[in-house]
């Protein structure tokens, strides 16, 4: 069976009492540190939306595309497509020498203070493009000491990078590992490109393996956050990935990342014109259920573009391309300063409310779940309307705890100002299987369609915590008097 | 001798660049081009033309 995310145990243990104008006990900040995180661990992941559930409330990332060759051809990718109304890892659509990418950054900083992570995801090879993408890192650091860096890499080069990505304090690496046999890693990569060479077939699939595991082994050895991303391809690698988790957790990655293959004719890719399909959300999570007992696995990825900025689910980086930035750029700390400060008093707050939240669940007895389904903007809270939600995310709640499991994407119905019901039918798909819908405010059409199909929609815990409302919501549900005051 | 990029196939990606060992080619414009003067395709330094052993869009072949 597998456990939630958020296991009830690690987050109905009282946390440290907070030291008042100190921080040297590990107290400082992490109220909400799952007590099944290593402290140090904790302060590398707290700020980090895509590794930390509890972050990615909070805080931004932003990538930019300094790196456009690639060491390796994947099946599921084809390098010469590029649409701005794609939401694809690998494709992008600005592409930035590391200067521009530097002004791009501080602009940025100082208009979304939520921005606590940098990443360098292609739309090639993180470190393919090396000097590219040390040039930035570099530029980037001395403006801005604070944020935190990231890169996402296929692995090819990576033993040959290690130290310095060290040396530079990137503390956290993805790298994505489809396989770890080559006979399966043979029918995902057709060649790659390693000491002067293009290889192919089984040789290819063999020294790609060798050198990700091997520079898995190099990082997690000198304390450095390890990623995995797995494209989840059925019929090819679906049944294999227990094994990639197995040994991926054996060199000490710390979350493992099934993502489904995006796969569409349309797209030009290998798979996509050789009909390969993607899995279905079912299989996607059964899969994840079934690996949920190894490395914790990460529910709330979205799958970014390489150009991304902003919360995760959010993606503002049309606001910011590059012929709306200035020529030159200074960083002002000031904004992204008040911002910590006010997510600090409200992660103790929502704390709190977690742990009230989970008293609730836990006191009903039989093992009934419900499937919750949230329209949120970020903050941990139920604050966006039901007709601008471009996603909602999927809580469930049961006697073991609340946990995200996921998140469904729509197309905000209500954009154009009148509610158009032709498009609320894929929304009303989108929601297949959620019980409940909360929002901060919804209209009579919406609420009577999703009515009409099973779902109920509410907004009757607008501004909520979401933990807060979807305990409430569990309680009443299920006749219990709630906790809260 | 030498060899030349196809601009229709060409995604700028770049990755030809870095591995040219004779510096023949660079940006120029809208796309990557070769220098033919500079271009040896690679004979004495490797065993095939490095540039389209990993590109990865078919772009570069033999100058007409
Ligand atoms: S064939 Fe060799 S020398 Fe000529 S452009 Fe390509 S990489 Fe450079
Ligand atoms: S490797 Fe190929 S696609 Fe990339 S820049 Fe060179 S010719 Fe163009």
């Known amino acids: 069976m597998s456990s939630p995310i958020i296991s009830l145990a690690s987050l109905t243990t009282s946390p440290a009492p907070r030291r008042k104008g100190g921080c040297a006990a590990t107290g400082c900040g992490s109220s909400t540190r799952p007590a099944d995180i290593d402290p140090a661990v904790w302060e590398m992941i707290k700020d980090h939306p895509c590794y930390s559930e509890e972050a990615h409330h909070y805080f931004a990332r932003m990538h930019v595309a300094v790196a456009p060759a690639c060491n390796i051809q994947c099946n599921y990718c084809n390098r010469k497509y590029d649409c701005s109304n794609e939401s694809r890892p690998g494709v992008v659509s600005e592409r930035l020498t590391p200067e521009e990418a530097f002004r791009k950054v501080v602009a940025v900083a100082a208009a979304v203070p939520e921005l606590s992570v940098l990443g360098i995801a292609g739309p090639g090879d993180a470190l393919a493009n090396w000097k590219n993408t040390r040039a930035t890192f570099e530029a980037v650091r001395k403006a801005i000491p604070d944020i935190k860096f990231c890169l996402s890499t296929n692995g090819l080069a990576l033993p040959d990078h290690v130290d310095e990505i060290a040396d530079m304090a990137i503390d956290h690496v993805t790298i994505t590992i489809n396989a770890v046999d080559p006979e399966v890693g043979a029918k995902i990569y057709p060649w790659i490109f390693y000491d002067h060479k293009r290889r192919t077939g089984l040789e290819a699939a063999t020294i790609l393996l060798e050198r990700q595991m091997r520079g898995l082994e190099m990082l997690t050895a000198r304390g450095i956050l390890v990623k995995i991303n797995s494209v989840m391809i059925p019929g090819i690698n679906d049944d294999h990935l227990a094994e990639v988790n197995r040994a991926v957790r054996a060199r000490g990655a710390f979350l493992h990342n099934v993502m489904p293959l995006i796969s569409d004719p349309a797209h030009g890719t290998h798979f996509g014109l050789t009909g390969q399909r993607g899995p279905t959300p079912a299989e996607l999570t059964a899969l994840q259920d079934r690996l949920d007992g190894g490395i914790k696995l990460m529910r709330h990825c979205r799958q970014c573009r390489a150009d991304a900025i902003g919360l995760l689910g959010e993606d503002r980086g049309q606001e910011f391309t590059m012929e709306k930035l200035p020529e030159t750029v200074t960083y002002d700390p000031a904004p992204r300063q008040a911002y910590r400060d006010f997510v600090a008093a409200e992660r103790g707050d929502r704390g709190a409310a977690r742990d009230d939240a989970l008293r609730s669940v836990e006191a009903v007895a039989d093992d009934v779940r419900l499937l919750v389904a949230v329209a949120t903007k970020g903050g941990a809270r139920v604050n966006e309307h039901f007709g601008h939600a471009r996603e909602f995310q999927v809580f469930e709640a049961g006697p073991k705890g609340i946990a995200l499991i996921g998140h469904r994407k729509v197309d905000a119905y209500c954009m154009g100002g009148f509610g158009e019901d032709a498009t609320l039918g894929p929304t009303i798909a989108a929601l297949d299987g959620i019980d409940t819908v909360l929002c901060a405010k919804v209209g009579d059409c919406p609420r009577e369609a999703l009515v009409a199909a099973g779902i109920t929609v509410t907004d009757a815990y607008a501004y909520d915590y979401i933990e807060t409302a979807v305990g409430k919501l569990y309680a009443e549900r299920f006749g219990l008097t709630a906790v809260f005051a | ?64």
């Open chain 2, 1 to 64: 001798m030498a060899m030349s990029i196809n601009a229709d196939d060409c995604t700028a990606c770049g990755a030809c660049e870095s591995e040219c060992p004779s510096k023949a080619i660079r940006f120029k414009g809208a796309a990557y081009v070769i220098d033919p003067k500079k271009c040896t395709e690679c004979q004495g330094t490797a065993d095939a033309p490095q540039c389209d052993e990993v590109c990865p869009s078919g772009a570069i072949a033999k100058a007409a």
